[in-house]
């Protein structure tokens, strides 16, 4: 029998194994924020992994957003040693999850399993797609225990949240340095036959618009500085959208509708702060002096970042010219650089081989519209052989009744295993 039957084999007879991992794992509500029981999931896969003979590490984020301690950001790095030495594959998971929401008809932290379905908070964003990463590696050292190179599987904090106590603090401190991981792979869920290459930019900007106050009933003694930012807004309308629409990519991005640039208006503030919800009172009667918009603006490998930034400054100037007295302020608040590995990169051709070997159909190639832990890989850790693998429906992310499917898990396991043969089981 060969190296790949043994290995599907092998994971086949890991099925009930597999569903009883990622059920423990949704057992443990991670939720981010606050960023809860991290330790508790770090010390099971602590345990399970060791077990497995991966030597392994607990890392604390110290002094990351959101680290205290009522809620340090603890991550795990698992390593296991090849009989030689040769490349590392990386799987990396993110541990946290987001907030459970309303609309549930299954137990969010039950892991329960109906019709080949494993219901919870983080099924298939992205517990799911680190259990079956452990299987793949678990059942590759059963057939294959003589191999060349290294085998590292992290459990990181706070993806859902930027990454900063996670895999941006893990790669400033060298475990994503290319002189000791080769290949990186991310099991979020981008369905079990999609192999995400990157993601688009990210630019999220405040801007503010500047008023006088005055008494609410003699508004001309003042200046409101909500129909300022009005005037922005329908300038954007005017302009800055339908620009946007035009500005088509050749990243394949999916859903189709990312497939361009885009601007969502996050949030406005003006005026007042609205009281709490039990003050019965009412307002008191003043103009605005102040009013606040965050833009949060996708962007593509074609387009500059000065270019984003100079397109929303431009409308400003354009509006500072029609009105009197308008002041503006446009503050940065985030920027992320566009991503997209090469196709050729040996993790991409690998994971694609194995994917039609699998299942019998060529690969799809995607983006993700919105960014992951990659960049931080690639930015700080200066790694670019780097995508997103893994099993789930990526629509489910984030949604009520999350789930994952248990041959969908099975599947992209035998994907990862195959991917490690080719590229560690060599003499
Ligand atoms: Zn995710």
Not at 50 to 67: C, M, N, V
Not at 103 to 109: A, H, M, Q, V
Not at 309 to 317: D, G, T, W
Not at 359 to 388: F, W
């Amino acid at each position: 029998m060969s190296l790949t039957e043994n290995l599907i084999r092998e994971i086949d007879s890991r099925r009930d194994d597999l569903i009883e991992l990622t059920q423990d794992l949704l057992r443990i509500p991670t939720l981010n924020p606050p960023g809860e029981n991290y330790r508790d999931i770090c010390d099971y896969l602590d345990r399970r992994l060791s077990t497995s003979g991966f030597e392994t590490e607990l890392i604390r984020a110290h002094g990351t957003p959101g680290d205290c301690e009522k809620y340090p950001r603890w991550n795990i790095v698992a390593r296991r040693e090849g009989k030689q030495k040769g490349e590392c594959v990386h799987f990396n998971s993110h541990i946290d999850v987001v907030d459970v929401g309303h609309g549930w008809t299954k137990d969010p932290f039950g892991g329960e399993l109906v019709d080949g379905r494993i219901y919870g908070r983080g099924a298939c964003d992205m517990k799911g797609g680190l259990a079956a990463s452990i299987i793949a590696a678990e059942a590759f050292l059963v057939v294959c225990p003589d191999f060349t190179g290294a085998i590292e599987i992290s459990g990181t904090a706070d993806e859902e949240s930027g990454g900063y106590g996670g895999v941006a603090y893990l790669a400033q401190k060298g475990y994503f340095n290319p002189k000791r991981v080769h290949h990186v792979i991310i099991p979020e869920p981008l369905n079990k036959d999609r192999i995400c290459l990157g993601h688009r930019g990210v630019w999220w900007a405040e801007v503010e618009t500047y008023g006088e106050i005055a008494h609410g009933s003699m508004p001309f003694l003042g200046d409101c500085a909500i129909r300022h930012m009005g005037a922005v807004v329908e300038e954007m309308e005017k302009s800055l959208f339908p620009a946007l629409a035009e500005k088509r990519t050749d990243m394949p991005v999916v859903p189709e509708g990312a497939r361009q640039s885009t601007l969502n208006i996050n949030s406005i503030h003006g005026g007042q702060s609205e009281g709490d919800a039990d003050f019965t009172g009412l307002p008191s009667p003043c103009v605005p002096d102040s009013c606040r918009m965050v833009i949060d603006r996708r962007f593509l490998v074609e387009e500059d970042i000065e270019e984003v930034q100079e397109e929303v400054l431009q409308i400003m100037k354009t509006v500072e010219e029609r009105r009197e007295d308008f002041r503006y302020d446009v503050r940065e608040l985030h920027r992320v650089l566009p991503t997209m590995t090469d196709k050729k990169a040996p993790v991409v051709r690998t994971v694609a081989k194995a994917i039609e070997e699998t299942m019998g159909k060529p690969a799809e190639y995607v983006v993700s519209p919105g960014t992951y832990d990659q960049k931080h890989i690639d930015r700080i850790g200066k790694l670019d052989n780097c995508i997103a693998y893994g099993p789930g429906i990526l629509d489910l992310a984030h949604k009520p009744d999350e789930y994952v499917g248990v041959d969908d898990m099975l599947d992209s396991a035998k994907v990862m295993g195959r991917s490690l043969i080719e590229l560690l089981a060599r003499p």
